[in-house]
């Protein structure tokens, strides 16, 4: 028994080790060097760089008009703001662009609204055109705006705002965008006539929202999705990154944000470029050629809940990535979400999915325990053949299995309770790492965001005394050596929880099942009793 017991505590040890050392922290060190070498990149000098739009001081005439070709153009700058009750977009008449999209129902730490549009300029705003000097005229022009800000309700659950500008040389482009109450996208409508050469629509240059905190492989940054394959961005500097063939859609995402553009006609393949540089994060264009005069778009700038992405039947859901875990992570996620509409807590409703997994695997684990108890019965025996067959392994090896059959013990039943959880727990791992709905969820006390760790490890230290009593509750090896290591794992993990920390939630769902495993060890000591020895019997 002492030999699966230990063989169940190392595999779960090199489980948690494996993932750290070969997962978790090749995921850090290669953004770290990816970063390094865009920063390198960023600062060498380019010999050919990309034309840049002009930054106006003031409104004026587009970059390389005539005098007087266009009364738009001299317009004043206004600001158009969209109120669709879950968030505020605004936008810029000069060069008809997004300035702001606040989300009202996701708060920052600092109670504000997160801000998805922080970093535009007149350099590049979202939704502003790129490529080549008719992108650059467009984006400096001031656009005739025709219609009123919005503010959206169920009394008027729809709207329409629309940016003209024409110039006299036959240069003109027309945005059109039409916004729905309670909703994180809208329609947006482009129109270009008088174009010389290749021109686009395009997301950037960053996307808000992001806690500074992506651990556990959170890749954040430039993505699309073209055919079936979802795509990971990591343009260099003058190397963009391509993809030709149908796209679906291309966006900018942080961990539980993002914003896209769904190309439905007018549009094809996407291209994301590495800008430079600011404040130590890297900036973006993502983009979409047009293929002809006018394209449309599905545009979404809000937060990667499942079911509002789902409703743009494009699988930009897919942007939630779980990970390899995914099959488990998102039928875990439905139950937390039905647990959660029950008892209004997160942290509750962890707890609740721990048991139901608890009760899934009820048989198996029984069954685990009564194994080792007889396991452990049989030590006497097992000592009498090791000292009768110490010469002769192989007969040592026969015997032992003729033992086993005979009692009906199988001493891989220790290790198959928790092999076969491993998938659940880092399951649970993924969906408490990147779903919206964890994000600064409160359990109780100073847990105050499940998809974080603790600010002070309380429920790790009590995870780890949890491991400690059950190991002396179950079965203790014949070795004492192998007990004294034994009893030190809830030590080595405890260590490692603390070192490499892991999301609140998770740290929770450990701890109840360890609570629960006692319960059930408890019962299994007291009630489960093991068949005699034939020596024993009479």
């Given at each position: ?217 959170v890749i954040e940054g430039p993505m699309s999705y073209v055919g079936k394959k979802l795509h990971y961005d990591y ?154 067959y110490k010469d002769d392994r192989a007969r040592l090896n026969e015997q032992v299995m003729a033992l086993y059959r005979e009692r009906k013990v199988n001493p891989m039943m220790g290790c ?123």
């Amino acid at each position: 028994m002492e030999r699966n017991a230990i063989i169940a505590a190392a595999l779960s040890l090199a489980v948690l080790l494996v993932w750290q050392y070969l997962v978790l922290r090749p995921a850090e060190d290669q953004r770290a060097r990816e970063r390094q070498a865009q920063q390198q990149a960023v600062q060498k000098p380019k010999e050919a760089p990309r034309p840049e739009p002009p930054v106006p001081a003031a409104p004026q005439p587009p970059a390389g008009a005539k005098p007087g070709e266009s009364l738009a153009a001299a317009e004043k700058e206004r600001i158009v703001r969209v109120d669709v009750g879950v968030a505020v977009y605004e936008f810029t008449s000069r060069g008809a662009g997004l300035t702001s999209a606040a989300l009202k129902d996701y708060p920052t730490k600092e109670n504000k609204p997160v801000e998805l549009a922080p970093g535009g300029s007149p350099r590049l705003r979202p939704l502003y055109f790129w490529g080549g000097q008719a992108a650059e005229r467009l984006n400096a022009a001031t656009f005739r705006v025709e219609g009123e800000g919005l503010r959206l309700g169920p009394g008027n659950p729809s709207g329409e705002i629309r940016f003209v500008y024409r110039a006299e040389d036959g240069l003109s482009a027309v945005k059109t965008l039409t916004f729905h109450h309670g909703r994180y996208h809208a329609e947006l409508r482009v129109r270009v006539e008088g174009a010389q050469g290749p021109i686009g629509v395009a997301l950037g240059p960053d996307i808000g929202g992001s806690d500074g905190n992506t651990y556990g492989g959170v890749i954040e940054g430039p993505m699309s999705y073209v055919g079936k394959k979802l795509h990971y961005d990591y343009p260099e500097a003058g190397k963009p990154a391509a993809h030709k063939g149908e796209v679906r859609w291309a966006a900018l995402q942080s961990k539980h944000f993002l914003m896209a553009l769904v190309p439905r006609a007018g549009a094809q393949n996407v291209e994301a470029l590495l800008l430079g540089q600011k404040d130590g994060k890297n900036e973006y264009a993502v983009v979409l050629p047009l293929a002809g005069q006018e394209a449309r778009f599905d545009f979404y700038a809000g937060p990667k809940e499942p079911e509002r992405m789902a409703a743009l039947n494009v699988s930009l859901e897919d942007s939630l990535d779980y990970g390899i875990f995914s099959f488990i992570a998102k039928p875990l996620m439905m139950v937390l979400r039905a647990f959660h509409t029950v008892s209004g807590n997160w942290g509750v409703a962890i707890i609740l999915l721990t048991v139901l997994v608890k009760i899934i695997f009820y048989p198996l684990t029984h069954m685990s325990m009564r194994n080792m108890k007889e396991m452990q019965k049989l030590q006497p025996r097992m000592e009498q053949l090791r000292e009768l067959y110490k010469d002769d392994r192989a007969r040592l090896n026969e015997q032992v299995m003729a033992l086993y059959r005979e009692r009906k013990v199988n001493p891989m039943m220790g290790c198959l309770p928790m092999i076969i959880q491993i998938p659940v727990f880092f399951g649970l791992y993924e969906a408490l790492l990147v779903s919206i709905e964890l994000r600064h969820a409160p359990f109780f006390a100073w847990v105050q965001d499940l998809s974080a760790p603790e600010p002070w490890p309380v429920y790790t230290v009590l995870m780890g005394l949890s491991m400690y009593l059950q190991q002396k509750m179950s079965p203790a090896p014949a070795d004492p050596a192998q007990a004294k290591m034994m009893m030190f794992m809830p030590v080595i993990f405890t260590g490692m929880f603390v070192y490499y920390p892991v999301p609140a939630g998770l740290v929770i769902y450990w701890l109840v099942n360890n609570i629960l495993s006692i319960a059930q060890q408890y019962y299994v000591n007291r009630s489960v009793k093991p068949p005699r020895l034939a020596e024993e019997k009479g």
